[in-house]
């Protein structure tokens, strides 16, 4: 299988402060997810990102297909963006399956 | 906008006992797959479904554990005699299909504890 790497694995931040969040991977990919999964457990669909560069208000991502590597750009932190972040990948076979990191934990606080 | 949606959202259960996870997937969706991530542990895949059959399963997608599409909505996953190590958040996804699955869309999770 893939290997997914997560950088840094917790994370702490005041509120207002920017952090990046690193995704390496041992393969090439052709499908590239990052999700954040809250208190409760549910996985939020950040970005679909298997290559550029998306932004969504303070959040964007930058996936490096050729260098194998992803970035999650988190800027002016809010409590809310606490919880774990994950990065998964796929091949992009048929029926291929997505191998997910051990996540970013990330605690912001007031 | 069109979601994945898991029912129930948490089952407590004796060990030994059958459970049953139901989702309903994206409707116009051709790929289905069930995940399960230990507490505090990270995702990992148990199967993938596609044209009514099992295309790829896992290590830990054992006898115990089935899948299936009784009609044209639903996909469900059942452990036919629960473990203690079962307890676990159960995801199910699906993609549209095509060439590859391309994105994924996860619903909210089925919390099982199995005492």
Known sequence: ?????????DLILQEGANSTLRC????SVNNLQWFHQNPWGQLINLFYIPSGTKQNGR???TTVATERYSLLYISSSQTTDSGVYFCAVERG?????FYFGSGTKLNVKP | ???VTQTPSHQVTQMGQEVI???VPISNHLYFYWYRQILGQKVEFLVSFYNNEISEKSEIFDDQFSVERPDGSNFTLKIRSTKLEDS????CASGRG???PGELFFGEGSRLTVL
């Open chain 2, 88 to 91: 676990a958040m159960y995801f």
């Open chain 1, 24 to 27: 390496n991977f041992s393969d």
């Open chain 2, 98 to 100: 095509g060439l590859n």
């Open chain 1, 1 to 9: 299988g893939i290997q997914v790497e997560q950088s840094p694995p």
């Open chain 2, 21 to 23: 996870l139901r989702c």
């Open chain 1, 59 to 61: 959040l964007s991502a």
């Open chain 1, 93 to 97: 076979y048929n029926f291929n399956k």
């Open chain 2, 1 to 3: 906008e069109p979601e």
